[in-house]
């Protein structure tokens, strides 16, 4: 059987997670990739690419991850984020390959007071979330061999996210100002690298279990950005004063939905995986990183 999986955005934090997983998984043949190596973007790379290398299962970690930078760079963002997916699916379509891409927790306007289910309505309010759902809806017009998973709020020891800035900041000041009426779950990207192997494993190598679909993981349990900050500061003995303030407090050019909590029912039931609960994910990674 080909069990072939090649990663696209195999330098970004996820990429890397799954970097480090896959040497567990000697019957699993990874060919990791990133931009210098198969940017995505490019139709006749991409299609040169999977023609030579034939994998059973594409995963998507390429994106334009940068929210803010989006409000500013719209053509990249759609580029990275909207067509680029379409391309992926597109080739893997020619290859008989299956797509796993990950999609995000701000296609919600965050209106909900109750974590979002894979059906609710989207109504994306950045530039990135809107890119991000083009995206999937692009997936969605070339074929059905698609997982696209969405996720909130990643951290892990590599690149940029809340838990290396927090650290950084909290090392050099005295007290840090921390919006605390944003409430999502942030999760560990070894966690989802976790998931992504189980699903492949499962299912995608186990066509009697196929199970194709729009899935959404996250660590449980939320919290705000000032409570992750809290925990973070706690478990690394940081001594920086946090402020709870609001969103009006701390204006960002990209709107954030207030609540963007994922139902993870659907993952767990299907693929009978359990999902940390974020602060234990957070020891996990912190512990890791020393
Ligand atoms: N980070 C979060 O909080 C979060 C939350 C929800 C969902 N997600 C989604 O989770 C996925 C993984 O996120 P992440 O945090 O691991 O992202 P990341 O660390 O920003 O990594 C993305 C990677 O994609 C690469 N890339 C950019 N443009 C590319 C192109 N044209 N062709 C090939 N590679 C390209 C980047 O390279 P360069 O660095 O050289 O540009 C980078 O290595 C993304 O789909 C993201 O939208 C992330």
């Known amino acids: 059987m080909n069990s072939k999986i090649l990663v696209t955005g195999g330098n970004g934090q996820l990429g890397n997670e799954l970097r480090r997983l896959c040497k567990n998984y000697p019957g699993l043949e990874f060919i990791f990739t990133d931009v210098d190596m198969l940017d995505i973007t490019n139709p006749d790379a991409v299609s040169v690419f999977m023609e030579a290398s034939k994998p059973a299962i594409v995963v998507n970690c390429a994106a334009f991850t940068d929210v803010d930078g989006a409000e500013d760079d719209v053509k990249n963002a759609r580029k990275i984020n909207a067509l680029a997916p379409q391309v992926l699916a597109a080739a893997c379509a020619m290859q008989n390959s299956f797509l796993i891409h990950i999609s995000t927790d701000y296609v919600f306007d965050g209106n909900s007071s109750v974590p979002y289910n894979e059906e609710d309505s989207t109504n994306p309010i ?143 039931e299907a693929f009978g995986i359990g999902i940390p609960n974020w602060r234990d994910s957070l020891k996990e990674c912190l512990s890791t990183k020393r």
């Open 126 to 268: 950045s530039v990135y979330g809107s890119s991000k759902l083009e995206g999937e809806e692009k997936i969605k017009t070339v074929f059905d061999d698609y997982v696209i998973i969405r996720t909130s709020w990643m951290y892990s020891e590599f690149g940029h996210n809340f838990m290396r800035k927090m650290i950084s900041l909290g090392k050099e000041r005295d007290e840090l100002k921390v919006v605390n009426d944003q409430f999502g779950s942030p999760t560990y990207a070894r966690d989802l690298a976790n998931c992504i192997i189980d699903i492949i494993i499962k299912s995608i190598l186990n066509p009697q279990a196929y199970l194709p679909g729009i899935y959404h993981y996250a660590n449980q349990g939320s919290c705000s950005w000032y409570e992750f900050a809290k925990e973070i500061f706690e478990i690394e003995g940081i001594k920086c004063k946090l402020i709870p303030i609001s969103s009006a407090e701390y204006p960002t050019k990209a709107k954030r939905p207030p609540y963007s909590v994922l139902n993870t029912t659907r993952v767990r």
